[in-house]
């Protein structure tokens, strides 16, 4: 596995990639890695001739009270668990070889693309400008990368819809590749900030993902959709989760519905706090009464 930091560095591989014939996988990430990265870096070996998976924690995607300081930043680790998933290259740009003048904000930097048709509700309510940053740095990463295909998990399924957004918009010459939401043995969705987890709250957590499979077996069984997601709220409330938000959206538009008839697939999605430590969720509904 190569190790590479700067952009001359990368467009020397990738020419070497292109002028063979390959095809380039690409997984981006923030590090800290855990297996739901993997399984993007496997999806991508087992699809692509060159895998190259960036660690880049984005100041441009955390908000002035955010944890961009302290995030998690183990590379040393996160480097041997590429290296053992047969990982090409990795690229470690630091900070100004992405951002020259140390720009921390969209406003530092000056240039940005967003997609607000996605970005305003879910997770954007509480985050305002959060996912403009974040698909800023991601053209730019696919502007410096040039894959032929990108591999985005399912846990944050907004961030995934609006990158398929963008690419379809701006026809990228490049393919979104979905890869599902990967979870602990107890049905925790893995994220790096699971780490941040005391022990109570970390037994407590998988109760967000089983509240939902409540809910969807109710809605499935015909039960009313705001008596079932107030029930759910309610639920977790009493074991001592901070409710963001427990909605239900079709997959597509991310526009909340509130009945399950109609032409497009409905998830339901959940933002929640455990002692200080956000927890993100979503499974699908309707896909699993079609089948």
Not at 52 to 64: D, E, R
Not at 188 to 214: D, F, G, T, V, Y
Not at 232 to 245: D, I, K, N, P
Not at 273 to 288: C, K, M, S, W
């Amino acid at each position: 596995m190569k190790t590479i930091t700067t952009g001359h560095e990368l467009a020397l591989q990738w020419d070497t990639a292109r002028r063979s014939g390959a095809v380039i996988g690409y997984v981006p990430t923030m590090g800290a890695l855990h297996e739901g990265h993997l399984s993007l870096v496997d999806r991508a070996r087992e699809e692509c001739d060159v895998v190259i998976c960036s660690i880049f924690v984005n100041p441009l995607q955390f908000g002035p009270n955010e944890d961009f300081e302290s995030y998690p930043r183990p590379v040393e680790h996160d480097l041997g668990l590429l290296e053992a998933r047969d990982t090409d290259i990795a690229f470690l740009p630091g900070w100004t070889e992405i951002f020259p003048r140390r720009e921390r904000t969209l406003e530092d930097f000056g240039t940005h693309v967003s997609v607000p048709r996605l970005s305003h509700q879910l997770c954007g309510r509480s985050r305002a400008g959060h996912f403009d940053g974040m698909v800023t740095e991601s053209l730019l990463f696919l502007n410096l990368v040039r894959p032929d295909r990108t591999y985005w998990g399912e846990k944050d399924f907004q961030q995934l819809r609006i990158i398929e957004t963008l690419v379809g918009n701006l026809r990228l010459p490049v393919t979104v590749v979905r890869g599902a939401t990967k979870r602990e043995p107890d049905g925790l969705a893995m994220s790096s900030r699971n780490k941040n987890l005391s022990p109570q709250a970390r037994a407590l957590s998988p109760n967000l993902r089983r509240i939902l499979q409540e809910a969807r077996a109710r809605l499935l069984d015909g039960g009313s959709l705001p008596a079932v997601l107030d029930t759910a709220r309610e639920q977790l409330t009493g074991l001592g989760f901070a409710v963001e938000y427990l909605v239900a959206c079709e997959e597509d538009s991310l526009s909340e519905v509130s009945v399950l008839e109609g032409p497009f697939p409905v998830r339901l999605f959940a933002a929640a706090a455990l002692h200080g430590v956000r927890l993100l969720d979503n499974i699908p509904v309707t896909e699993v009464a079609r089948g």
